[in-house]
């Protein structure tokens, strides 16, 4: 079995007793480089106090790691592999679904409509952007032809499982304050899939691992609302983000 296979093999495992688990596979080096000190920050989640610049050498490593991931066939398909994007000391990490058409050609996350939405929004809610981290559950762009387009495509439970080792490697970095599930896919790899955004969004919650975490809509949903609707929809986006705790999320010093 080739090393990739086993680690997707593991992870549905670990799957199978309950979504939200420990990542069996989780590098040892990224847990004992949090265990050295910690403090606890004001949602009660318990922070690294490693310093940012060690944090964001560990991030580039693990992201550099990421550009090689052959474990899903979806690398087959994106052009590149999307890590995620920010402070490494940001106490708000947002997480969408998987990159766009746009974003898989730059290499980016949430660059493309979407992410300009979800700018727009989060500046109306008092968030700077640049303040937070940004990423996807599944790092690859999953698509279908459409004529000269490429239709997106929703990934499923076995590629989010198995980039799920890339997520988790992200949140025990930053280890943020609040992790902001942008859709469905987000949500429910957090939050099991029984979950609906629909019926609790813009509550704090906590996942099985007792991080806190508040669901909305992905900004791409507002989009493609009809026209009618779509202002109503993309306030409602507004009215979560602004249910942020404590409003303005800042980088914490290293
Ligand atoms: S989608 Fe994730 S698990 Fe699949 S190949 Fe890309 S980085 Fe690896």
């Known amino acids: 079995m080739k090393a990739h296979e086993a680690s997707t093999s593991a992870t549905s495992r670990a799957a199978a007793r309950g979504v939200g688990r420990v990542i069996p596979h989780a590098p040892k080096s990224s847990s004992a480089f949090h265990d050295r000190r ?4 004001a949602l009660g989640i318990t922070r690294p106090t490693s310093s940012a610049a060690e944090r964001t050498a560990e991030l580039a490593r693990v992201r550099a790691k990421a550009k090689r991931c052959q474990a899903c066939p979806l690398y087959k398909l994106g052009t590149q592999t999307v890590f995620g994007e920010g402070p490494v000391d940001a106490r708000l990490l947002l997480i969408g679904e ?3 058409d746009k974003e898989d050609l730059a290499g980016h996350p949430f660059i493309g409509p979407a992410g300009h939405l979800l700018d727009r929004a989060l500046a109306e809610a008092g968030i700077d952007r640049t303040e937070v981290y940004v990423t996807n559950a599944v790092k690859h762009f999953k698509w279908k032809p459409a004529g000269k387009r490429r239709l997106h495509q929703k990934p499923n439970s076995r590629e989010i499982l198995a980039c799920r080792i890339w997520l988790e490697q992200e949140l025990d970095l930053v280890r943020p304050e609040l992790l902001v599930a942008l859709g469905a896919t987000a949500a429910q790899a957090l939050m099991g899939r029984a979950f609906r955004v629909t019926t609790s ?3 704090v919650l906590k996942d099985s691992q007792g991080r806190p975490v508040l669901a909305t809509v992905h900004p791409s949903s507002v989009l493609r609302a009809p026209p009618d609707q779509r202002e109503e929809q993309y306030q409602a986006l507004v009215a979560d983000l602004k249910k942020i705790p ?3 999320p800042k980088p ?3």
Request: net charge positive; no cysteine; hydrophobic share 0%.
């Open 246 to 248: 404590h409003g303005k």
């Open 38 to 41: 910690s403090r606890t920050g």
């Open 201 to 203: 969004r813009g509550q």
């Open 252 to 254: 914490r010093k290293g």
């Open 98 to 100: 998987q990159p766009g």
